[in-house]
C-alpha cells in the first residue's frame, strides 16, 4: 500500500512539474512571438552596448590622443550603468506584456480548464526570464569581452569585477522584470504599467532622491538600492549617503515579495 501511495505522489509530482514546464514555455513562446517586443528588447539591451562600444572605438581610432581605449574596467563600469538603465527599460518592457497577456481573453479559456490561477502567474516569471536572460547576458559578455581584449591603456577588469558586475546588471534587471509582472498583473495593461513604471524609475525616485531631508526614508526607494549595488566610476545612478549592501539587497527583496504578492492577488480576484 506505502509503494502504491509513494508512486502516485511520484506520479503527481511528475505531472505538475510536466505542466508548469508546459506553461512556461507557453508564457515564453507568447513574448517571443510578438516580433516588435523582441527587436525593442533586444536593440535596448544587446544593441545599446554595442552602439557604446562601437562609439568608443571609432572615437578612438580617429583622435587616439583625446580618446582613450574602448576597452578596460572604467568602460565597463559605464556600460554596466546602461544596462542598468537601458536594459531595466527592456526587461519593464518584457515584463508588462508578459503580465498584461490576460487583456486578450486567454485567461479566461486557461481557467476554463481547470487550471490554478495562482499557477498561472506564476507561469508567466519563467516565461518572462527565458524571454529576457538571453539578450541581457549576452549584452554583458559583449560588454566583458570588450573591456579585457581592447583594454590599452586601462586596467584590465580582474575576474572578481567581471562576476561583480554581472551580478549587479542580473540582480538590477531581474527586479525592473518582476517588479513589471506584479504591476501589469494588477492593472491588466501595458501602456498603463510601462507609463507608470518608466515615470516612477526616471522622474520621481529621481526627484525623491534630491530631496534630502527626507533623510534615510529614502533608503526603501529601490532606484537608491541599485545605485548603491553599481560601479560608481563614472556612473550616473544615485543612492542614499551611507545606505548599506545589506539594506539595498533586502529593499529589492522586499520590493519584488510585494509586486509579485499584488500580482497573485489580483490574478485570483480576476473575473474569468
Do not use: C
Request: charged fraction near 10%.
Amino acid at each position: 500500500m506505502s509503494i502504491t501511495v509513494s508512486q502516485k505522489y511520484q506520479q503527481s509530482n511528475t505531472d505538475f512539474n510536466w505542466l508548469a514546464r508546459s506553461m512556461s514555455r507557453a508564457e515564453f513562446l507568447k513574448l517571443r512571438k510578438r516580433r516588435g517586443l523582441f527587436w525593442t528588447s533586444l536593440f535596448l539591451s544587446l544593441g545599446a552596448v554595442l552602439i557604446y562600444f562601437a562609439v568608443l572605438e571609432i572615437l578612438h581610432i580617429v583622435s587616439p590622443a583625446a580618446h582613450g581605449s574602448a576597452g578596460g574596467n572604467v568602460n565597463l563600469t559605464r556600460a554596466v550603468n546602461i544596462m542598468t538603465l537601458i536594459g531595466g527599460t527592456a526587461a519593464i518592457l518584457v515584463g508588462a506584456n508578459a503580465g498584461a497577456g490576460d487583456s486578450n481573453g486567454v485567461f479566461r479559456d486557461l481557467v476554463a480548464t481547470g487550471r490554478s490561477r495562482v499557477a498561472l502567474f506564476f507561469a508567466r516569471i519563467p516565461g518572462a526570464i527565458m524571454m529576457f536572460w538571453p539578450m541581457i547576458i549576452a549584452a554583458y559578455v559583449v560588454a566583458a569581452l570588450v573591456s579585457v581584449i581592447l583594454a590599452g591603456s586601462y586596467a584590465v577588469p580582474t575576474s572578481a569585477n567581471l562576476i561583480h558586475y554581472g551580478l549587479i546588471v542580473l540582480l538590477s534587471t531581474s527586479f525592473e522584470l518582476l517588479l513589471a509582472i506584479g504591476v501589469s498583473s494588477l492593472t491588466v495593461s501595458k501602456s498603463v504599467t510601462i507609463a507608470v513604471l518608466m515615470a516612477w524609475e526616471f522622474i520621481v525616485q529621481q526627484l525623491l532622491l534630491l530631496i534630502t531631508w527626507f533623510g534615510s526614508f529614502r533608503e526603501i526607494l529601490p532606484l537608491s538600492s541599485i545605485g548603491r549595488l553599481s560601479p560608481h566610476a563614472g556612473g550616473p545612478l544615485r543612492y542614499v549617503p551611507g545606505e548599506s549592501t545589506l539594506v539595498a539587497s533586502l529593499v529589492l527583496v522586499g520590493w519584488i515579495v510585494v509586486a509579485t504578492g499584488v500580482g497573485v492577488f489580483k490574478t485570483k480576484k480576476m473575473d474569468a
